[in-house]
């Protein structure tokens, strides 16, 4: 018996996966009509206040990725509050499907689910919103762009932070969005310490005769020498830097963050 539970646990069916997706949407799709709703209204009044003052920059763009983000986060932060819930734990660790199907439901419904839900909501309610523009003011707001490169690329970023505050949902019973904000604060600080440390074991001839700062630098070789450092070491250093950071953001954070909210999920269900 056991090991018929292991293999199922392990297995992933697609119908499964659909109902779970389907039953979470049900579940939910109250919340999600009152906050539509509210974001609707928040939107049109926005871009009527914007339009009274003829401002094209990138509107719609800008007040999409910020209710994207903050939103987004917060959705994502109370992703297994069922799994924390005395009353619905039980009843939500019995349902049919397997400790894959059930986490793979919340990863795609609070990223890509959420980007191109989000995606289509918005562009309908911008739509709305510039109809009334130029009924009432005769001017419109650009709409969403979503195949252009920097909506892209932000929706990319929106995926890969989006693991960290996943990985909270997993970890953190109550508050989730607020102690995962505390945590990658502190962690911030910390790599800071950590950073300034490792250069001064690793280069420590780089910040000999490194003196108080009383003067303004009209250069960067005024900088480096300042630093003891030379203008081509310093920028191969940065380049090497941005290279390293760029790798592990796009190619490591996301995937790293997945696993572990995965393996955490998978002890909470056993």
Not at 140 to 162: D, N
Request: charged residues 15%.
């Amino acid at each position: 018996m056991k090991t018929q539970s292991l293999k199922r646990n392990n297995y992933f069916s697609p119908g499964r996966f659909f109902l779970l997706l389907k039953r979470d949407f049900l579940t939910n799709y109250r919340t999600i009509i009152i906050t539509t709703a509210a974001v609707a209204g928040f939107v049109i009044f926005s871009s009527s206040i914007s339009a009274l003052t003829h401002s094209r920059e990138e509107f719609h763009s800008k007040l999409y990725f910020m209710l994207l983000y903050l939103g987004g986060f917060i959705v994502t932060s109370r992703a297994f509050k069922e799994m924390y819930n005395s009353r619905k734990s039980y009843t939500y660790v019995t349902l049919p499907g397997s400790t894959l199907e059930k986490f793979s439901v919340k990863l795609i419904s609070t990223s890509i689910g959420y980007v191109l839900g989000t995606l289509l909501i918005y562009s309908v309610i911008a739509a709305i919103s510039e109809g009334l523009n130029q009924l009432l003011f005769g001017y419109t707001h650009a709409l969403l762009s979503p195949f252009s490169r920097a909506f892209l690329i932000g929706a990319a970023a929106f995926l890969v932070i989006q693991g960290l505050f996943l990985a909270g949902a997993a970890f953190f019973k109550k508050n989730a969005f607020i102690k995962t904000i505390l945590m990658l604060t502190l962690l911030a600080i910390a790599l800071l310490i950590f950073a300034t440390f490792a250069a001064r074991l690793i280069f420590p001839g780089s910040f000999e005769g490194l003196h108080q700062m009383n003067q303004e630098f009209n250069s960067m070789r005024e900088l480096t020498e300042w630093l003891g450092l030379t203008e081509v070491r310093l920028r191969m250093v940065g380049r090497t830097i941005r290279l390293v950071l760029r790798i592990l953001f796009w190619a490591v954070l996301a995937p790293l963050c997945w696993t572990i909210s995965y393996l955490k999920f998978r002890k909470i269900e056993a």
